[in-house]
Nanobody
């Protein structure tokens, strides 16, 4: 039932912008917290932002002020607007859904973001 599909990644120059999308099938935003993680080669996967069931957003310090998470309830889609991109933002970006009732977690397949200097 649950499927998360990320899109929107690509190659951009430092200082550029990208918007990632996460199409979330089988997700109810009222009980699922949505988040974006990223993982660089050889590095741990890290949470960079999430939006809770009340549409409150949180950001890691590394992306605060540059990235914005948003949610479109009608389209069942979560977005990550990334501005002022830096080479250190290069990673595979993953959409995640956490069911606050069951504690089940779901992952998308990831989308590659590469930022050149």
């Amino acid at each position: 039932q649950v499927q998360l599909v990320e899109s929107g990644g690509g190659l951009v120059q430092a200082g550029g912008s990208l918007r990632l999308s996460c199409a979330a099938s089988g997700i109810i935003f009222g009980i699922h917290t949505m988040g974006w993680f990223r993982q660089a080669p050889g590095k741990q996967r890290e949470l960079i932002t999430d939006i809770d069931t009340g549409a409150r957003a949180n950001y890691a310090d590394s992306v605060k002020g540059r990235f914005t998470i948003s949610r479109d309830n009608a389209k069942n889609t979560v977005y990550l607007q990334m501005n002022s991109l830096k080479p250190e933002d290069t990673a595979v970006y993953y959409c995640n859904a956490l069911n606050r009732v069951t504690t089940r977690s779901y992952w998308g397949q990831g989308t590659q973001v590469t930022v050149s200097s």
